[in-house]
């Protein structure tokens, strides 16, 4: 069970919304592929719960008909999730099955995410949902995801700090609350194989990179701090910009942890020097940052580079032996947390086991070189 939740939580994180590879989020300006019917859509995709859909919606809108509404499915990213754009009478809507190969409480937590992000204004506002969360009716929200290059842009990063902001400081769901990060998740992983009699996971200098992430969890854990939801996916593709405001999308990962962790994941993920991340972190914190804060984000940033490492670790078959492993660190390089976002951006089908390996080890070994450099 463990293993099947690590394996859904890597492939979003990494990959995050859709069908298939390409891009973790769809373009939602996508002209290529057509509008369909509710017949013809429920022809070339029978297996997603339509009657369910079509009976909730109409008794809450009756003065509309099935045949009112126009279906595309949203090509690129990867979900077990089917994603269509939805047009009503010339409104854009986004609908969303939640597959039902989830556990109902897991689906019930992705549900009310995204409810709670509308209800909020910086997630797409929700319509509709049903009892048995097997889908969701929400905005489709205007303006652009997204690319490597916005995050150079300031305006763009200081939108993103006060969104963020919000969010970590909005009141919590009232139910259907997880106390849940990626991170965590990965931390999981590692903690429980390293307990099990299994004897291949990783090479052999995990133990000692897992004994600096100790000391470093103590370090970062002596200045207090809050627990708040966190939106735990904030990759290029899940942010959308509109010329004026960040909102973000895909609330499916979303939980309680330490609000200082995603700080760290964005500045981490995309790349910023020291000049970009005083911006979005003064824009976050309205003031400038503290010397204190920004030692915290370094250390923040170095951890998660071992948890990153442990997630997808978690992904890949185990069926090497430690020799191997250690074999394969030694020729490893150096990799950052932005290597494995170019990654994400630039890959049009699933990597193979081995560019992931390269990419996890890499990960390792930068996390290794960073916590002994400043010894």
């Known amino acids: 069970m463990l293993r099947k939740l690590l394996f859904i939580l890597f492939i979003n994180f990494l990959l995050s919304s859709c069908i298939v590879f390409k891009s973790t989020r769809p373009s939602l300006q996508n002209n290529n592929v057509s509008f369909y019917k509710i017949n013809k859509i429920v022809e070339k995709y029978p297996q997603l719960p339509w009657d369910q859909f079509t009976i909730v919606f109409l008794k809450k809108y009756y003065k509309y008909k099935p045949e009112d509404m126009k279906f595309m499915l949203l090509k690129g990213g990867y979900s077990e999730d089917a994603l269509f754009k939805v047009n009503l009478l010339s409104k854009n809507y986004i609908l969303r099955f939640i597959g039902l190969n989830r556990p109902k409480n897991d689906r019930d937590f992705i549900i009310q995410s995204f409810v709670w992000a509308g209800s909020n204004n910086f997630g797409p506002k929700v319509y509709l949902y049903d009892k048995d969360s097997t889908f969701l009716l929400m ?104 010329g004026k405001k960040i909102f973000l999308l895909d609330w499916e990962l979303a939980g309680l942890a330490d609000p200082r962790k995603e700080l760290a994941h964005i500045c981490a993920w995309y790349g910023l020097n020291d000049k970009l991340t005083d911006v979005f972190l003064s824009s976050y914190l309205k003031r400038k940052p503290s010397f204190q804060e920004l030692l915290i984000n370094e250390k923040m940033k170095k951890i998660i580079l071992l948890e990153f490492a442990w997630v997808g670790l978690s992904s890949l078959k185990n069926n090497i032996s430690i020799n191997d492993w250690d074999s394969f660190y030694a020729k490893a390089g150096p990799k950052t947390v932005e290597d494995l976002s170019l990654i994400q951006i630039n890959s049009e089908s699933k990597p193979s086991d081995e560019t992931l390996r390269i990419i996890y080890l890499g990960l390792i070994k930068q996390f290794i070189i960073k916590v002994t450099k400043d010894k």
């Open 139 to 242: 905005d489709f929200l205007e303006g652009k995801t997204l690319e490597l290059k916005d995050t150079k842009n300031a305006s763009i990063l200081k939108a993103l700090g006060k969104t963020l902001f919000k969010i970590h400081n909005a009141p919590n769901p009232k139910s259907n609350i997880r106390q849940m990060s990626q991170f965590t998740i990965g931390r999981d992983w590692y903690l429980s194989v390293k307990n099990t009699k299994r004897k291949y996971f990783g090479p052999s200098i995990l133990k000692v990179a897992y004994n600096h992430w100790l000391k470093l969890n103590k370090e970062v854990n002596e200045t207090s701090y809050k627990n708040s939801m966190l939106h735990n996916d904030p990759n290029l593709r899940n942010v959308l910009w509109n």
